[in-house]
T-cell receptor
Framework: ETGVTQTPRHLVMGMTNKKSLKCEQH?????MYWYKQSAKKPLELMFV???????ENNSVPSRFSPECPNSSHLFLHLHTLQPEDSALYLC????????????FGSGTQLSVL | GESVGLHLPTLSVQEGDNSIINCAYS??????FIWYKQESGKGPQFIID?????DKRQGQRVTVLLNKTVKHLSLQIAATQPGDSAVYFC?????????????FGEGTQLTVNP
């Protein structure tokens, strides 16, 4: 295990639903990230949080809404998604201010119908 | 066996052979590079990293080589095993950022035949 836990592992939702993805890290890191991984495409950075503050929003549509209540927990709230949003959503954690490796969770496989 | 960047996203080798996975990066300001392994149904798992002040770094059965002149990174896996079958990603991080902001390549699917 990497010390980063994501739930749920799989999620199927309709375009009118509202759901949330959860991530928790047990590594004492102070930066957390959301990445999107679509089939046959590189991982795309979505959001970065340092010490609960959002420091980067990589032009992500507003139907994705992140929340970071503390340095150990990260959420991604989803509403009115589109079928093209179906992908693997990965959470990662690392150290703020340090150029070092990130630790990833196993991801949530999202299908939007 | 050897892959060539984005034009050969799959690499098939025999068990016991050495594997070489290549990656071309684009940002000359990048000073930190990582290789990740991703198995089916799992998130990316750290393998090895290297900073731009080094040309080579070795781990257990793995070696990363960095050629800054041509912006090329490679991962060598010695005595490849079936458990090495996975997608391998290189990632780079620009020097000017405060903290990690990894940019990933497309990945290479490594298949090890018994």
């Amino acid at each position: 295990e990497t010390g980063v836990t994501q739930t749920p592992r799989h999620l199927v939702m309709g375009m009118t639903n509202k759901k949330s993805l959860k991530c928790e890290q047990h590594l004492g890191h102070n930066a957390m990230y959301w990445y999107k991984q679509s089939a046959k495409k590189p991982l795309e950075l979505m959001f970065v949080y340092n010490f609960k503050e959002q420091t980067e929003n990589n032009s992500v549509p507003s139907r994705f809404s992140p929340e970071c209540p503390n340095s150990s927990h990260l959420f991604l709230h989803l509403h009115t998604l589109q079928p093209e949003d179906s992908a693997l959503y990965l959470c990662a954690s690392g150290y703020r201010g340090k150029n070092e490796k990130l630790f990833f969770g196993s991801g949530t496989q999202l299908s939007v119908l | 066996g050897e892959s060539v960047g984005l034009h050969l996203p799959t690499l098939s080798v025999q068990e016991g052979d050495n594997s070489i996975i290549n990656c071309a990066y684009s940002n000359s300001a990048s000073d930190y590079f990582i290789w990740y392994k991703q198995e089916s149904g799992k998130g990316p798992q750290f393998i090895i990293d290297i900073r731009s002040n080094m040309d080579k770094r070795q781990g257990q059965r793995v070696t990363v080589l960095l050629n800054k002149t041509v912006k090329h990174l490679s991962l060598q896996i010695a005595a490849t095993q079936p458990g090495d079958s996975a997608v391998y990603f290189c990632a780079e991080n620009p020097r000017e950022t405060s903290g990690s902001r990894l940019t990933f390549g497309e990945g290479t699917q490594l298949t090890v035949n018994p």
